[in-house]
Nanobody
């Protein structure tokens, strides 16, 4: 079982910045792959970014150059630094851990960007 605790998020103006944090714990083989998805109202959940324990990162095209994912491997914690935020970034952001048998999800963090 995996426990995921997210923090961060909130309301920010266009062009502002926010940082999300995600701490994972539990009895799984590894926390090699962790990342974020997001879901805007009326839309499907979409991939945002992920990081692998060796440091490899992947980003959705819509956030490249603006968002940065990083991790503290010893603490099984990942961070999503979001800069130059736009109203279209407004969504609930979900942290996930690839358990090897599917993804475990955090509770979600609301990010709202006002224009």
């Amino acid at each position: 079982q995996v426990r995921i605790v997210e923090s961060g998020g909130g309301l920010v103006q266009f062009g502002g910045s926010l940082r999300l944090s995600c701490a994972a714990s539990g009895s799984i083989a590894s926390f090699d792959v962790m990342g974020w998805y997001r879901q805007a109202p009326g839309k499907q959940r979409e991939f945002v970014a992920r990081i692998i324990s060796g440091g490899t990162t992947n980003y959705a095209d819509s956030v490249k150059g603006r968002f940065t994912i990083s991790r503290d491997t010893a603490e099984n914690t990942v961070y999503l630094q979001m800069n130059s935020l736009k109203p279209e970034d407004t969504a609930v952001y979900y942290c996930y851990v690839d358990t090897g048998r599917g993804n475990a999800w955090g509770q979600g963090s609301q990010v709202t960007v006002s224009s």
